[in-house]
């Protein structure tokens, strides 16, 4: 009895058939923020709303990104321009997301069929003593029938997107080291004035103590302790004058420039921002750069599990291929030989030794690491954000206790003056409170430069973008 014979049309159209339908197991789903903090913090009751607030009663700030302009400063915007363009690690983050895009790139080619084509040559005493020549051209392709390619382009998906964050994470802290840097230079350089006001007015003093002992109004210790305050002071204006160009280099190293110290154009801090508003959601937390990173992570580790345990089924390869052959030594039939084929291949691991075993356990302890990684990163996350809070409202009222005491001492010292005036003090009085004005108005600016920096940590621990 006849019985037709499927032709190779046929052949690859069951084929590609049965792959389509295989094909539709589904991968591993992605677990997102909450399930993650819930599987890596079983035991941590994690509020919907940061604990810790600004101080009410005032005019508060709807948290939100590009916090860099909220400050407005003009020379700090163009700084960070140009260190976000000339900073060496500029180039280094973007030689890491070009990475990540080669990883994403090499782990989805397994998905396409792979074309090889191999090719000889040669008289009857060639290479190869054979006398052939000829070609093969051949084409392979891996039915993904359980996932195992999808999953692994998943998981390269998500190592791209922990790479990408941290990227993000480095360029946001670039930035406000930028910013810290700018203020702290600015600071230091009316610091450095002050303590040079400082050691003149202590050698001023010195020098009237001499005098007076020189008519027998003062005494030897009079003058060697005046002596002690002058050198005392004229050391703390040579410290308040390298810290001020070291921090004028930092700033130049971050934006890209040669050290050279120069000052900036302005010493003016801007005005710290209004507080942010209180019962800021904990939710904000998965804008941070760590926190997608490790999130991603933890979904990379667990895809790679996926695919080990994967790899104890079968791969199941359709194959086609082309040849030509000839010989100048054996006779061929017909003469030169040409062929075309498909096929399917399917190879199955039934022993290795445990060495598939091994691969998932140890991938499946990754996946565990890199939960309680996870778990580390939200609760050191929280903290930032607890602490920032507190941190900003502690030193935003310092400041103004700082300014209420240089205001104060502002006073003291024009009330001294006016009492010089009248013949009731003499100048050693006027330097003395030169002195502590300017000593109070260091305490002050160095309070402006640390309450920014903790509004600075406030956004960086919110995380957002800066500009």
Known sequence: M????????????????????????????LKNHQELVDQSLPNASVPKQFQAANSGGQDSL???????????????NALVTEALKNNPSIRVIAARRTQSEALINAAGGSQYPGINAIGNTGSKV???????????IGANWELDLWGRVRTSIAGAEQNSRAINADQDAARLSLIATVA?????????????????????AAQKIADLTQVRENIGASSINDVASAKINASQAQELALNASLARDQSLRAVETLVGRYPKAEPLKTTRLPALPKPIEPGLPADLLERRPDL??????????????????????????????????????????????????V???????????GAIEAQIAYQNAEAQAALANYGKVVLAAFNDVENALNGEATWRERSIQLQTQLQQQNQLMQSTESEFQIGRVDQRQIQQQRIKTNTTDISWRQGQVDALAQRVNLYLALGGSAD
Not at 63 to 76: G, R, S, T, V
Not at 126 to 136: C, D, I, K, P, Q
Not at 343 to 353: S, T
């Open 126 to 136: 060639g290479s190869s003593g054979t006398g052939l020549t000829g070609f093969y």
């Open 2 to 29: 006849y019985k037709p014979r499927m032709n190779v049309v046929h052949q690859v159209a069951l084929y590609l058939l049965g792959a389509m339908i295989l094909s539709a197991c589904s991968i591993s789903p």
């Open 180 to 200: 810290k840097s700018v203020w702290l230079a600015r600071s230091l350089q009316e610091q450095a004035q002050l303590a040079k006001e400082n050691a003149d």
């Open 62 to 76: 709807k948290i939100d990104d590009a916090w860099l302009k909220q400050f407005n400063d003009p020379e700090l």
């Open 292 to 341: 997608i990173s490790a999130e991603a992570r933890v979904n990379s580790a667990f895809y790679l599990a996926d695919e080990k345990r994967l790899a104890r089924l079968p791969k199941i390869s359709l194959t086609a291929g082309y040849g030509y052959i000839n010989s100048d030594i054996f006779t061929l039939v017909n003469g030169a030989s040409t062929s075309f084929g």
């Open 343 to 353: 096929g399917a291949n399917v190879a199955l691991p039934l022993f290795q030794g």
